[in-house]
């Protein structure tokens, strides 16, 4: 049994608000992903919540640049989409938890201990940050990425964090996203994992392995070379 999960695309509007792909690279951008994905031949796979910008760009419009990637998002048998903070208007659901080998895992996009990241000044920041994006220089942009992820990663970080070591009091594993960094970290209660992103040009992801040989499930951090 292998899964692969994936979180944070960001899939905007094909502008240069757009974390994943301006329009002109959206296609091959999604075609890569795709490969990526199905380069590890899961028997599923975990789409772990911010899949879309919803706090930029209306679902529609983001159809319209995104349309074949978004076809194998949802439509693909293997694919489950979970929700994110930026994609929480989305029906569907915030965790989702199995068993393989014994093992009792949960998968979750991480935000719920940090009721900041469904605010409205939250919201406010990310549209703010998009005109930036949209308008101005992008040396402009970058000092305000800075900027902002100064103020917000750590306690990004920080919270994700503890709400994985809540959810290994149940739990062997918990694997989120939201940091957007790329982790695998043993805790006193089990393992915590987090996906990274799929954004500007970066492909990073975290696969679930059953071992035929041991009562084991092998968690691996993958990245595109």
């Known amino acids: 049994m292998r899964i692969f999960i994936v979180s944070d695309l960001h899939l905007g509007d094909g502008t240069p608000a757009d974390d ?21 031949n899961p028997d599923e796979i975990y789409f772990n919540g911010d899949i879309y910008e919803l706090w930029q760009h209306r679902k529609k419009k983001i159809k319209r640049i995104h349309g074949p990637l978004i076809d194998f998002i949802e439509h693909d048998p293997r694919s489950v ?29 991480g935000f719920q201990n940090n009721p900041r990241m469904t605010s409205w000044f939250s919201r406010a920041l990310c549209w703010i940050q998009g005109v930036i994006e949209r308008t101005f220089n992008p040396h402009i942009d970058t000092a305000y990425r800075r900027f902002i992820n100064s103020l917000a990663n750590t306690q990004v970080v920080i919270k994700t964090r503890e709400y994985a070591e809540t959810q290994l009091e149940d739990y062997d594993i918990v694997v989120c996203g939201h940091t957007h960094h790329l982790l695998k970290e043993e805790l006193p209660n089990g393992l915590y994992a987090n996906t990274s992103c799929c954004i500007n040009g970066r492909l990073e992801g975290v696969l679930l392995e059953t071992d035929a040989d041991a009562d084991t499930v092998k968690v691996s951090l993958v990245q595109m070379p």
């Open 81 to 109: 989409v979970l929700k994110g903070n930026h994609d929480y208007k989305l029906t569907g659901t915030l965790t989702h938890s199995f068993q393989m080998n014994g093992k009792k895992i949960l998968i979750s996009h």
């Open 20 to 40: 994943f792909a301006l329009k002109a690279n959206a296609l091959a951008q999604g075609e890569k992903l795709i490969s990526f994905i199905n380069d590890h």
